[in-house]
């Protein structure tokens, strides 16, 4: 995965494939520029803008990721682990039929 962000602060989550292209109101930019680049790169879209590819965070994935539910977002996931006491080497259950917000931060939080 790959996080796009032009000088407008706008951010784009992207899967590079081959022989695929990000297509955005300023033209193109090919998957082919991308893969395998260094984190914090900058491309420039077949119109001319310039946008810095970076590595996306969990915070990122989890408000770019396709809504089939309401999911649960970074600022709120942060007090319910703590309320939980979740902590390394804990066993959870849990069984959303969401979108996964909290199940990615359940697995990372345990996982630290």
């Known amino acids: 995965m ?3 962000v032009d ?9 590079l494939e ?16 991308l893969i395998g680049k260094e ?6 879209s077949s119109g001319g803008l310039e946008y810095l590819a970076l590595r996306p965070t969990m915070s990122d ?3 770019k990721m396709p ?5 649960i977002y970074p600022k709120d996931i942060g007090p319910i682990l703590i ?3 979740i902590a390394e080497g ?3 259950l849990e069984s959303g039929v969401g979108s996964g917000a909290l199940s990615i931060a359940l697995l990372r939080a345990e996982q630290t």
């Open 90 to 92: 804990d066993k959870v």
């Open 83 to 85: 309320a939980a006491d």
């Open 61 to 63: 994935v989890i408000l």
């Open 39 to 44: 984190d914090g790169v900058r491309v420039k």
């Open 18 to 33: 081959s022989n695929a292209e990000f297509h955005s109101h300023s033209g193109y930019i090919s998957h082919e520029d």
């Open 67 to 71: 809504r089939s539910a309401q999911i």
């Open 2 to 4: 790959l996080l796009l």
């Open 7 to 15: 000088p407008k602060d706008r951010r784009y989550l992207l899967t």
